[in-house]
């Protein structure tokens, strides 16, 4: 079964941006956002993913995750179908010790947000944290895409 192991950070400046090897923009939509299974329809660039995800472990660091590239007309026809509430974000990637870091600049009604996040082999495994990796937010639902969906971080009081 395939696992995603994550950590998530509150990115604290835009120095990220210097050391990024690559910008993406993302598109994505939930088809269905129950936190047992959130089923996500996502056009990186110019590719469409599907993407489904169990529910998280007790701490949030990992969970079930199965994704399958398909078609980009596909992926545009079933934003049709999705719930409220489309993310946009810009993705940049860093290389820091041994691993990339995924910092997301959030767009739309979720502007201001900036999540980093580093994938693990294990749950264990140690990485190091770059200068501008903040509080840790993993495994706090609030910051999970398929909620800022329907909370967006613009209505956070």
């Known amino acids: 079964m ?6 998530k950070f509150l990115i604290k400046n835009s120095s990220y941006k210097t050391d990024s090897f690559k910008v993406s923009f993302i598109k994505q ?11 996500r329809v996502r056009i990186l ?12 472990s007790s701490n949030g660091t990992s969970r079930f995750e199965w994704e399958k590239e398909i ?12 719930e409220k509430g489309v993310i946009e974000k810009y993705r940049y990637y860093v290389n820091h010790g041994d691993h990339i870091y995924e910092i997301d600049e959030f767009k739309g009604e979720n502007e201001g947000l900036v999540i980093g996040e580093v994938e693990l082999g294990s749950v264990d ?6 200068t501008w990796v903040g509080v840790e937010v993993t495994g706090d639902t ?6 800022l969906s329907k909370n967006p971080f613009s209505k956070w009081v």
Request: with cysteine; hydrophobic share 30%; aromatic share 12%.
């Open 29 to 39: 939509g939930f088809l269905n956002s129950n936190k047992n299974r959130v089923v």
């Open 2 to 7: 395939p696992l995603e192991i994550e950590r």
């Open 71 to 82: 078609p980009l007309e596909e992926a545009n026809e079933l934003f049709q179908l999705c």
């Open 45 to 56: 660039d110019n590719s469409g993913f599907l993407t489904i995800k169990g529910i998280s």
């Open 125 to 130: 495994e140690s990485f190091s944290k770059p």
């Open 142 to 147: 609030k910051f999970y895409n398929s909620e």
